[in-house]
């Protein structure tokens, strides 16, 4: 993902940040919160909990951005995995669960969601993608990188050895590479 | 080390997703920094699921920004509000100066204060530490005595369960009491055996015994065409107590006792006979 603050480099961000400039802050908000709030979204499904899971998110990255290894990683895919792990705590915990159904029965907001779905610009491109990968790929992906599955929970939820969990996730994961290419 | 083998075993992209166990973790951790090669698959992955990511794109409602930035603002201030600037510098330099000379005694006072109620509390530390070794000890005791009540009730009640077979045995009209008389080495010594012929149950009842030595124990034989059978040795701690359990024993013409090494012989010792009677 290329920063869409053309004026600062991400070097440039990363240095800002480490030395916790709070503009700084906001130029991150802007570059990245689209792709952010979309898998936040994508995991905690209803938009309230997205906004509290998105500010969970901003301050985990911005307490912890001095462990932030520019050699390890992209600052994307370390930002994306703070969001994801935050939401994912999130579905898990007891208190989420109990709310959401209730939520859920009475206003339509995961409906709503998913209409909007289809109209945002952002997401022309998910479609193609979903029709190219098989729906097994597709699956395992997102029961581990979206619903936060363990190997072992998969292979369970599936009733597929662990081996498949494996040769299944390299499978699915060299057709996105592929399909991005 | 077969680096396509691990690449294609699959384990790298469960890392990537997070659905790696931890040991995998560090395992992959460690070979990305070992092998350029699997870092670079690593990378390749990242963008990968990075791109995958970014297809769920959605622009979040307007006001959310300012929320996000206040919050994170409010968890962990900028560094710039930690900076003394020079008028708060002002101020406490003249602080400093006034508290040098006139307060000087009363810093004193302070620190004397200070040491005081570090010596008090140091003292009830000791103190109360000292009452919680007590209490503990106390408990140990207490757990030791009940653990010491709780066997001997169990003891007592082998006991009295063994008593209650006995007795059922003696009042049973087909057991049949044997007497056991001393020989001519032990003309005093005397004992009964309760055999019931059904069930082939024996007992025995001790009336007069020597204390054997500890290193000996009398072992009770049935005798059958004359042969000797073992029928058990007697448990010396309960020489006097009322009838222990022996051997089963199916058939027999006359029982004996002879003083053995301890544990028991597989032939018993005829000149340590001590008591002997017939059926």
């Not at chain 2, 009042?171 to 032990?186: E, I, M």
């Not at chain 2, 028991?264 to 340590?272: K, N, R």
């Amino acid at each position: 993902m290329s920063p869409r603050n053309s004026n600062v480099s991400e070097e440039e961000l990363i240095r800002r940040l480490k030395q916790q400039e709070d503009s700084a802050l906001s130029i991150l908000y802007d570059n990245y919160s689209v792709a952010i709030y979309g898998v936040i979204l994508r995991i905690v499904k209803l938009e309230a909990v997205a906004e509290d899971v998105m500010q969970e998110s901003f301050v985990k990255i911005w307490t912890s951005f001095e462990q932030y290894d520019v050699e390890k990683g992209r600052l994307f895919t370390w930002m994306i995995n703070i969001a994801r792990n935050t939401a994912i705590d999130k579905i898990r915990s007891k208190q989420y669960r109990v709310g959401s159904r209730t939520k859920t029965i009475e206003d339509s907001n995961v409906s709503n969601m998913e209409s909007s779905y289809d109209v945002k610009p952002e997401h022309l491109g998910l479609k193609e993608v979903v029709a190219k990968l098989n729906p097994d790929q597709k699956q395992i992906i997102d029961m581990m990188y979206f619903d936060g599955y363990t190997q072992s929970e998969v292979a369970e939820e599936l009733s597929i050895p662990l081996g498949t969990v494996k040769t299944r996730s390299r499978a699915a994961i060299k057709m996105l590479i592929k399909l991005f290419r | 080390m077969d680096i396509e083998a691990y690449i294609s075993s699959g384990i790298l992209d469960l890392y990537s997703l997070g659905a790696a166990s931890p040991a995998e973790r560090s395992e992959v951790e460690q070979m990305a920094k070992k092998y350029p090669e699997i870092q670079a698959e690593l990378d390749r992955i990242n963008v990968a699921l990075d791109q995958y990511a970014e297809l769920h794109a959605v622009t979040p409602p307007a006001h959310l920004k300012a929320k996000v930035l206040s919050a994170v603002i409010k968890k962990n201030p900028p560094i710039s509000g930690h900076q003394p600037n020079v008028e708060s510098d002002a101020k406490v330099i003249p602080f400093g100066k006034v508290d040098r000379g006139a307060g000087s005694t009363a810093f004193k006072w302070l620190i004397a204060a200070s040491v005081t109620l570090l010596l008090i509390s140091n003292g009830l530390s000791f103190y109360f530490y000292n009452n919680w070794k007590k209490s503990e000890d106390r408990l140990q005791l207490a757990e030791l005595s009940q653990s010491q009540y709780a066997q001997n009730i169990e003891r007592v009640q082998q006991k009295l369960n063994q008593n209650q077979k006995a007795l059922a045995l003696l009042s049973d009209p087909a057991t049949q009491r044997v007497v056991l008389n001393g020989v001519a080495k032990s003309p005093q010594s005397k004992a009964t055996v309760y055999w019931h012929r059904e069930t082939s149950g024996v007992y025995l009842s001790v009336d007069n015994l020597p204390v054997p030595p500890t290193n000996q124990q009398y072992q009770l034989w049935a005798l059958l065409d004359g042969k000797p059978i073992d029928a058990g040795v007697l448990n010396s701690a309960e020489l006097t107590l009322a009838v222990q359990p022996m051997k089963a024993i199916a058939q027999a013409q006359a029982f004996a006792i002879t003083l053995e090494p301890r544990g028991g012989s597989i032939s018993p010792t005829l000149d340590q006979m001590y008591v002997m009677g017939t059926i």
